[in-house]
């Protein structure tokens, strides 16, 4: 049940991360100089908690294949981040959060080439986890695509989305930016997936990572930037939004997700995503003054119907594998006693 919750409350913090970051780029940020900042301040934050949480008495060793593994996965995400920023400069947040449900798809396909996850089509977990990876899917879509009458609407607007409806926008270069975010996203997460088997501590894989990033976007900001405005923390959205961003987008975030794929693996985590366009209208809806609109409702239970069904696939997965375990851990028992009665007869 914790993994279910911090896999809620890590959608709620990428979501709100989304809506700051399009704030601060639209405020004249550029995209190099966000990232950069946002995970500085999430190595400040990672490292303390590392060296609290990772005491040198039961902290693994690091060997160079997970040397590697973290510049693997900090690449991955830098490239993530680039293509993701750059798709919601050119479009909004929530197509950002809408094409993001491309990564369930984009995992499971990657998960069953690395043998992460079973695909047997005789199988009822398989053909569950499958089909509701395509219903979660498309009910992300049908937020998006169908608004229908509303059902609850508000005078009230805020001054947030009046500056970013104001901004603008260029969907089709967007989206492919944002579909690329995705496939890089899913690519992350599986090779997460190896560098914690590896090096089973969260905390400091994920300050690796963030590291990572700030190296790899502080040499690509001095390269391609030449506005050094661009940097200023002033306006003050711009400070929020990396305040925002560095302790609760990366630091919070990817701790999180980073426990949640050692405990349940990349394709729990992935399936979260479209939880994310529920969590998305709830938040337009509460504190955005945003209306609710028919396509919203219908939406989003046909998110709830294949989220639930993919999570029956894994329960009953699980409950096989247990199965067999038990009976692994049982068979040289039974071998014993039967040696026993044996010399006892003989």
């Known amino acids: 049940m914790k993994e279910y919750a911090g896999m809620v409350a890590a959608q709620t913090a990428q979501v709100l991360l989304m809506i700051v970051s399009k704030s601060a780029i639209a405020a004249g940020m550029s995209n190099y100089s966000f990232i950069f900042y946002s995970n500085l301040l999430a190595s400040l934050v990672l490292l303390p908690l590392s060296l609290i949480f990772h005491r040198s008495v039961n902290r693994p060793a690091i060997s160079t294949i997970v040397v590697c593994g973290f510049f693997l996965i900090g690449m991955l995400g830098f490239l993530a981040q680039v293509t993701g920023y750059t798709g919601i400069s050119y479009s909004s947040a929530t197509l950002a959060t809408t094409l993001l449900n491309l990564i369930p798809g984009f995992t499971f396909i990657l998960a069953i080439i690395c043998r992460m996850e079973t695909f047997q089509l005789g199988s009822s977990a398989t053909r569950a986890k499958f089909i509701g990876t395509v219903v979660s899917v498309a009910g992300a879509i049908m937020v998006t695509l169908y608004k229908g009458p509303a059902i609850l609407s508000s005078p009230l607007k805020s001054e947030i989305v009046k500056n970013l409806s104001g901004q603008p ?105 479209p939880v994310g366009i529920v969590i998305s209208t709830l938040i337009g809806v509460i504190f955005l003054g945003d209306g609710f609109y028919l396509g919203s409702l219908m939406g989003s239970i046909v998110v709830v119907i294949g989220f639930y069904s993919v999570m029956w696939g894994k329960a009953k997965d699980e409950k096989i594998v247990a199965v067999l375990k038990t009976e692994d851990e049982q068979a040289p028992l039974v071998q014993d006693v039967e040696e026993q009665m044996t010399l006892s007869s003989s």
Request: proline letters at 3%; glycine letters at 6%.
């Open 169 to 273: 926008s260029n969907w089709v270069l967007g989206g492919i930016f944002l579909a690329i975010d995705a496939a890089f996203s899913s690519a992350y997460i599986i090779a997460q997936a190896f560098v914690l088997k590896k090096y089973p501590a969260e905390m400091i894989v994920m300050f690796a990572y963030c590291f990572v990033c700030t190296i790899l976007s502080g040499l690509t900001s001095l390269i391609v930037e030449d506005d050094l405005s661009s940097y200023s923390l002033q306006p003050k959205k711009r400070l929020f939004s990396i305040l925002y961003s560095g302790i609760f987008g990366s630091a919070f975030q990817v701790t999180v997700q980073a426990w949640c794929v050692r405990r349940k693996g990349p394709f729990f985590v992935a399936m979260f995503h």
